[in-house]
Structures are given as structure tokens and as C-alpha cells.
């Protein structure tokens, strides 16, 4: 392991985007196959909820303990071993079992939390003046989320393409991260490491400790927002085009595709609000996060009249804003996130901030549970009620320490 290597080398932080993209897309292309597996696996609602649930129980551990090891032991060791495991959880999810599904989507978890934290520190740091002296800050946080967003867009979009149409539809879909996740392999393993040798004597049990997130500006601008990043996304992706669905009609014959249309948008509009969302959150990250929390909040009212009336007119409207929602968030906590981190402490309190956002995944599981004591319309209403409670916070805070 060494420090940066002498001379400018500015387009050292691509392989290390293109392998977060490559996990990105293995994460997410199992999202618009929830459709598929419902139509062709006799899958129930609670069934899919839990599989995108259960990916959290995989990433969460991963992003807070392996975050911390890689700012201990550097980024390189743990981002390829995590692009091992991408291709490892893609494969166990081509066995098409239940009991593989729920492997594979652990295993993915594993792989994303520990790519996650890892990779966005590793791409600040090669998009920092030692590699890149014509850098501007933020760059290193845009590159890191759209990379990450990509792949979450494009995963599910042609995963559910290739399960609409293509022939075996439940492997097809699979094969292209396969090809993808492979080739990115090697330049990984060529990329510069970015933590010196001397970090490697701190003690692990001190690295995990991430003592940034005490800082109050972490606490009071990151922690309310960060849940909204994948709360707003997963609702798009794994509980509306369900109800579609479940309420029959012409519409429903091509809900695999539509399904990936809609994971399209969503995380396609993740990507193109990005910039403006870097560019509100230049001085000041509460613009954008109030940006993102009203996108949430418009995306979760239209998605109640669609919950009530099930139909793509208002469908694709409350994936664009949910989408919107996503990146504004994402962006507005990973610059907070990265402002207030001790130097140290990048990749564990960034960890910290994923782990965060995460916790949105147990979303569409939650809202399925609770159709027992409600529909979908009133639930959706009351999780509107608390995007409205958080843009009201990130509204009136007006402290700057």
C-alpha cells in the first residue's frame, strides 16, 4: 500500500467509478425483476419486500465496519473484494431458488456496503489536485454519485427489458452484469492506492470508531435527510409498479417492462439532478437537501392518487419525482458527509452516511406489513407526512456551526 504516486494522472478515479458502477448495476438489477418473479415464481408481495430488505442486512455491517478498515488499511483490497463478491452474488442469483435469491441478495449487500464507503473515499482522493490539479471541490462527490447512480438506473433498466422480452428471462436478465462486472476487474486492479503506508499501524478496533459523527452539523443536516435517498427510490421501484399489477388491465401484460421503465426514471433523474443539486449545495448543502425532500414529498402525493387510481399516467409523473428526490438527497448528504469528516475518518463516517440511507430498503417491506392495518393510499399519506416534517426541518435550521 502507498500514498498517491508522483505526477498528475486525472483520469486515475475511473476505474474505481466504473467498478462502484458495475456493483451499482448488480445491486439494482434485481429490482425491476420483482414483477417477473411475482408472474413467474408465484412470489407474494411480503416475498419481494423481504428480498430488497434483506440486501440491508448484508450492507449495513459491511459499510460501518468496512469503511473504517479501508481508511486503516487502504481502499484498494476491500473495493476488489468487493467486485469479487458482485459477481459472486450475481451468479448465486442465476440459480433461481428462494433459497438463492435470498443469498444472492445478501451477498449483493456485502458487496455494495463494502464497495460504497470504500469507493466514494477512494474517488474524493483521486479527484483531489494530487492526481488532478484542475479539480474543483465536489468533484470527487459528483463523480462517486453519479457513477453509483448510474449503474443503479441502467441495472434494472435492461434487467427488466431483457426479462420482458428475452428468451429464459430470469437468467438472461442476469448475464450482462456478469460480462460487465468481469471486465471491470482489471483496471480495478491497476487503480493507485490513496492510504499511506504509515495509516496501516492504527489499530482497527480505533479505525471503526468514527468519532465524526458527533459533529453536529452530521447529526443535524445528514441524519434526518439520509433515510429519504433509498426510502424514495425503493418506493418507486419495489411497491408502485406491484400495485399495477394487482389491479389487473391491459397495463399489467407489460409490467416486467414497465417496471424497468419506471426503475429507468427514477434513478435516471437520480443521475441528471446532480449537478444542480451540486451546484445548490456549493456553500451550503440545505438547499439542496431541501431540493431533494420536496421532490420526495410532490413524488409520495402524486404516488397516493396513484395508489388509489393505478395507472401509468401518474406511475411515471411520481418515478420522476421520486427520482429527483433521490439524487438531490444523495448528493446534498455525501457533501455534508465528506465536509465534516475528519481526514482520517473519510470512508467511515461516508460508511456511516450510506448505512443511513439504507435504511430506506426496509421501506417497501414495512409499508407491505402494514396493510394489515391499512391500505396502500393511507400509508403512502402518512410517509408524505413525514417528507413534509423533514423539509420543514431542513427549512428552518439556520444555525451554521
Known amino acids: ?15 474505481v467509478a466504473l467498478a462502484m458502477f458495475a456493483i451499482g ?6 429490482v425491476s425483476l420483482l414483477v417477473a418473479y411475482r408472474r413467474d415464481e408465484a412470489l407474494s408481495a411480503l416475498d419481494v419486500s423481504a428480498l430488497v430488505g434483506v440486501y440491508a442486512l448484508g450492507l449495513i455491517p459491511a459499510l460501518l465496519v468496512l469503511g473504517p478498515v479501508s481508511d486503516a488499511r487502504g481502499r484498494a483490497p476491500v473495493l476488489r473484494v468487493a467486485a469479487l463478491v458482485s459477481v459472486v452474488a450475481t451468479a448465486v442469483l442465476l440459480l433461481d431458488q428462494l433459497w438463492a435469491l435470498y443469498a444472492g441478495r445478501l451477498l449483493a449487500g456485502v458487496a455494495s456496503g463494502a464497495a460504497f464507503a470504500a469507493g466514494s473515499a477512494w474517488v474524493r482522493e483521486l479527484s483531489g489536485p494530487a492526481f488532478d490539479p484542475t479539480t474543483v471541490p465536489g468533484t470527487g462527490a459528483r463523480r462517486a454519485a453519479t457513477a453509483l447512480s448510474a449503474g443503479f438506473g441502467l441495472g434494472p433498466l435492461v434487467a427488466g427489458l ?19 462486472a468481469v471486465a471491470i476487474l482489471v483496471p480495478l486492479w491497476r487503480a493507485p492506492e490513496t492510504v499511506p503506508r504509515a495509516t496501516a499501524a ?3 478496533g480505533r479505525a471503526v470508531r468514527v468519532s465524526s459523527v458527533r459533529e453536529p452539523r452530521f447529526r443535524r443536516l445528514v441524519t434526518p435527510v439520509a433515510p429519504w435517498v433509498f426510502t424514495s427510490a425503493t418506493v418507486s421501484l419495489a411497491v408502485l409498479p406491484g ?12 409490467a416486467v417492462a414497465l417496471n424497468a421503465v419506471v426503475a429507468g426514471l427514477t434513478l435516471g433523474t437520480g443521475v441528471l439532478v446532480q449537478p444542480l443539486a451540486r451546484r445548490l449545495a456549493a456553500h451550503d448543502t440545505r438547499p439542496a437537501a431541501r431540493l431533494g425532500t420536496a421532490a420526495v414529498l410532490a413524488g409520495l402525493l402524486v404516488a397516493v392518487g396513484y395508489a388509489l387510481l393505478p395507472t401509468p399516467w401518474l406511475l411515471l409523473p411520481a418515478a420522476l419525482l421520486l427520482g429527483a428526490g433521490y439524487g438531490s438527497c444523495l448528493v446534498a448528504g455525501l457533501l455534508e458527509t465528506q465536509r465534516v469528516a475528519a481526514p482520517h475518518e473519510l470512508a467511515g463516517l461516508t460508511g456511516v452516511f450510506y448505512a443511513l440511507t439504507y435504511l430506506g430498503f426496509a421501506a417497501p ?3 407491505a406489513a402494514l396493510t394489515a392495518l391499512a391500505p396502500y393510499p393511507v400509508l403512502l399519506g402518512a410517509l408524505a407526512g413525514l417528507a413534509a416534517l423533514t423539509l420543514a426541518w431542513t427549512t428552518l435550521d439556520r444555525r451554521t456551526a
Do not use: C, I, K
Open 243 to 254: 400495485l399495477l399489477v394487482d389491479a389487473g388491465g391491459a397495463a399489467a401484460e407489460y
Open 1 to 15: 500500500m502507498s500514498g498517491p504516486a508522483p505526477g498528475p494522472r486525472p483520469r486515475a478515479w475511473l476505474p
Open 365 to 367: 417491506l414495512v409499508l
Open 162 to 180: 431483457l426479462a420482458q422480452w428475452a428468451p429464459h428471462p430470469l437468467t438472461v436478465a442476469y448475464l450482462p452484469h456478469l460480462v460487465l
Open 202 to 204: 492504527v489499530p482497527l
Open 25 to 30: 448495476w448488480g445491486v439494482n438489477q434485481f
